[in-house]
């Protein structure tokens, strides 16, 4: 069990393990002193894969640091979103229109709470113009937010995610169709991980201490 994909954003949405490279849409790219991040414009910005691509099965992890701007909006941060038919599956990452961290995922089903999907809302109210480390955790019995490294909210759920055909990895932006794009972020995400395994947020958290050109957002 390991890191799987890795998208840094230094200059380009590559991913750096080589697996899954993203196409851009209205991405720009800046520097936040030592870190390069990507820029979202909340209208058009979005970075996406192939519908084959991004598909954790049993455990995963998904951690991101983000930066938002703007309120009271429904932003997607990452998401692989599938709708075929009258069937929905995806796991989906997102700040709400309330202010808070969201994770959701669902069955190979429709549409009733805690039986088709489990949605996990982060206690605490995000806080604009301020970076934060932001890890999800599916274990298999829980899905769990994790602020920085520490807990903040978890939902009994002992559904895998699962996938249909059609299946719209996106970074910044919900894919929810192949003409139609909503929930779009609006301003700066970095360092996007995605694991195949359970992780602990401090020991991901650590791995960033480690790299030279890491600089402390808070």
Same mark, same amino acid.
């Given at each position: ?10 200059? *380009? ?27 979202? *414009? ?17 455990? !995963? ?16 941060? =990452? ?11 995806? !796991? ?15 069955? &190979? ?7 088709? /999907?489990? @949605? ?8 604009? %113009? @301020? ?7 599916? &274990? ?5 937010? !994790? ?5 903040? %909210? @978890?939902?009994?759920?002992t559904n *895998? ?13 919900? *894919?929810?169709? @192949? ?5 779009? /972020? $609006? ?6 991980r995605v694991?195949d395994s359970?992780? &602990? ?9 480690? &790299?030279? $050109? =890491?600089?402390? /957002? !808070?």
């Open positions: 069990m390991a890191l799987i994909w890795e998208w840094t954003l230094n200059w *380009n949405s590559n991913d750096t393990l080589w697996v899954n490279n993203w196409t851009d849409t209205s991405i720009s790219y800046v520097s936040w002193y030592k870190w390069q991040c990507a820029s979202f *414009n909340g209208s058009t910005s979005i970075i996406k894969l192939p519908a084959t691509s991004i598909r954790p099965t049993g455990n !995963f992890t998904v951690n991101a640091w983000i930066n938002t701007s703007n309120t009271w909006a429904y932003k997607s941060v =990452f998401r692989t979103y599938s709708q075929l038919s009258n069937l929905i599956s995806w !796991f989906a990452i997102s700040v709400t229109n309330t202010n808070k961290i969201e994770f959701v995922s669902w069955k &190979n089903t429709w549409v009733t709470a805690n039986t088709d /999907f489990k @949605s996990v809302i982060w206690a605490t109210t995000v806080t604009t %113009w @301020s970076w934060v480390m932001v890890t999800w955790v599916y &274990n298999g019995s829980t899905l769990e937010i !994790f602020i920085n490294w520490t807990s903040d %909210w @978890s939902g009994a759920w *895998n995610a699962v996938y249909q055909s059609d299946a719209k990895p996106s970074i910044g932006a919900n *894919n929810y169709q @192949s003409s139609l794009v909503v929930d779009y /972020f $609006n301003w700066l995400i970095d360092e996007v694991y359970a992780e &602990n947020p401090l020991t991901i958290y650590n791995s960033y201490l480690n &790299n030279p $050109n =890491f600089f402390m /957002f !808070f």
